[in-house]
């Protein structure tokens, strides 16, 4: 039950689920009119926690990474084959995107869920080399019980649904569990305090343990049994979003639109007295003064009769513009709410900040002041990683162990960690003064391939380029005066020399189908033409 709950306050913030019903009135400070005005025009906070969870993304589009199936050539080809399908055209990276991710910030104690198809769907997807055991996700609404070791299971026992047990051709008024322990999967039926194992649905568990894993390995410092969303942290500060917002919204309705006021005739019809034939006037509702309501209704005005008669146009009537203090008091509170969750969250303010290679230039940080305004960030992201990569081999050892080998050790999965916080002028800045210290050529050939990876992170033809042409251009982290400085063979430093020139003549087709020995070949055909400039004669003073 606190699973669950924790799953609906998690869902209520992210997705606005039940957002009314948890909206209570403010005692002693709004009657039942305001409330039921703030729970209609509520804003979710949806979008806010769209923007907090934007990082984790990173976690999938990092660079680097590898999957080492440990396995026998032909096993090796099969398992990268079911690694790339696992289910519905999903590889196992993209699955943990598209469905571990979000349960794993919105129901952390759900949990991954190793199915096997019916028998006669296995052989058809034998036969076509697709994989018959996938992975789902059940959610703590659809459990009923579990024990935990670690983020594994000892037992799992699930709801049986309505559709499930009609499908089985069962009473849908019958209470049904669905059990799974480390030898068997099987169904019992619940009749007062009779537990009957129902034989018809009991089959061997081919996995031999649970084959299931908690969406979170986040532990609740106060419960051992419970695992914390990502955004735990932050939640707090997430319902004073909510209610600010909503407190917000009622005071814009109430005090948002700007008030007319005129200065008001006499009604024509009661003459002012606000009675007419003895009974309240129908014109001005009893008011006595008349009502200019049309667009087509005229004022008069008395011309002044002396130069002490007070002239009043134009300002004969006007609007009272709200109050705009609580506005800005109230949009400063949500603005510095906001920043508080990501500072929280990601250990950064979430506000744009100046960046720069220019350590003069005031307001400009350095490429060492950034990294370590990120770094929290990537140590966050880091753990986060590490989250993604269990869950993925759990699935992949699940698959190979049913489908390729009973006796299957394990996998090793690596996901990318360059996740491409800082900007490409910012990496630039680092590799030219890693550079210019003398750093060892591995060093600045990661910094080189970083800065290339983020300034052309949308634009992957680009980038196979420029990761290729790192391996044609001689000397690449000297310039052509440098590598003259060392003596090189004629050849080498012509190579150098006209290396940008030579690029120039290449169009991106010939750069990106090409493979970097035939690219050098190239260059050493345009070279083998060219000839050093040679000095200016110098003359001589006689």
Not at 394 to 420: C, E, H, P, W
Not at 513 to 535: C, F, H
Request: one cysteine or more; proline letters at 4%; aromatic letters at 10%.
């Amino acid at each position: 039950m606190e699973a669950r709950n924790y799953a609906s306050k998690m869902r209520r913030h992210l997705y606005g689920e039940n957002l009314s019903s948890h909206i209570a009135k403010i005692d002693g400070y709004e009657n039942k009119t305001l409330h039921d005005l703030r729970v209609k025009y509520i804003r979710n906070n949806k979008d806010i926690f769209s923007r907090l969870k934007r990082p984790v993304d990173k976690v999938f589009s990092a660079k680097g990474g590898s999957v080492y199936y440990n396995l026998p050539d032909t096993a090796d080809k099969r398992a990268r084959q079911l690694s790339s399908d696992i289910v519905k055209g999903y590889s196992i990276k993209q699955w943990n995107e598209n469905y571990w991710k979000p349960h794993f910030i919105d129901d952390p104690n759900g949990i991954i869920f190793m199915e096997i198809l019916p028998a006669q769907q296995v052989q058809l997807y034998r036969r076509i080399n697709k994989s018959y055991v996938y992975p789902t996700y059940r959610s703590t609404k659809d459990i009923y019980d579990y024990f935990i070791n670690g983020s594994n299971l000892e037992y799992v026992v699930f709801y049986v649904s309505k559709t499930e047990k009609k499908k089985a051709g069962f009473d849908e008024a019958l209470i049904i569990y669905r059990v799974v322990d480390d030898s068997k999967d099987y169904w019992v039926k619940v009749e007062g305090e009779q537990i009957t194992i129902i034989d018809d649905q009991t089959f061997p568990n081919y996995f031999m343990k649970v084959p299931g894993m908690l969406n979170s390995d986040i532990i609740d410092p106060n419960n051992d049994n419970i695992r914390l969303s990502l955004f735990d942290e932050v939640m707090e500060l997430a319902e004073d979003f909510l209610i600010t917002g909503s407190i917000k919204k009622t005071h814009s309705f109430l005090h948002g639109y700007p008030k007319y006021w005129e200065y008001a005739d006499d009604c024509s019809a009661c003459k002012g007295t606000g009675y007419n034939e003895g009974e309240t006037c129908k014109t001005c509702n009893g008011s006595g003064k008349a009502h200019m309501s049309k667009v087509s209704d005229v004022k008069l005005i008395d011309y002044p009769q002396t130069k002490d008669t007070p002239i009043i146009t134009p300002h004969v009537g006007d609007y009272i513009s709200p109050d705009k203090s609580f506005w800005e008091m109230s949009t400063t509170d949500l603005q510095l709410l906001e920043r508080l969750m990501h500072l929280t969250l990601w250990g950064s303010d979430s506000t744009p900040k100046t960046q720069g290679m220019s350590q003069d230039q005031e307001g400009q940080k350095t490429a060492t002041e950034i990294v370590g305004e990120l770094k929290p960030q990537a140590d966050r992201l880091h753990a986060i990683t590490e989250q993604a990569e269990k869950r993925h081999k759990f699935i992949l050892d699940m698959a190979v162990q049913i489908q390729i080998s009973q006796s299957y050790q394990g996998s090793t999965v690596n996901y990318g960690k360059r996740y491409m916080l800082e900007s490409p002028d910012v990496i630039f800045e680092k590799y030219s003064k890693a550079r210019k210290d003398g750093a060892a050529a591995s060093v600045l050939d990661d910094l080189l391939i970083e800065y290339y990876e983020s300034k052309y992170d949308s634009d992957p033809v680009k980038l196979a380029i420029q990761m290729k042409l790192m391996r044609v251009e001689p000397f690449i982290h000297k310039t052509a005066e440098q590598v003259k400085t060392l003596a090189p063979d004629e050849n080498d430093y012509k190579t150098k020399l006209y290396f940008s020139e030579w690029v120039q003549t290449m169009n991106e087709a010939q750069l990106l189908v090409t493979d970097a020995i035939g690219l050098r070949d190239l260059l050493a055909q345009y070279v083998s033409e060219k000839k050093l400039p040679q000095p200016e004669p110098k003359q001589i003073a006689a």
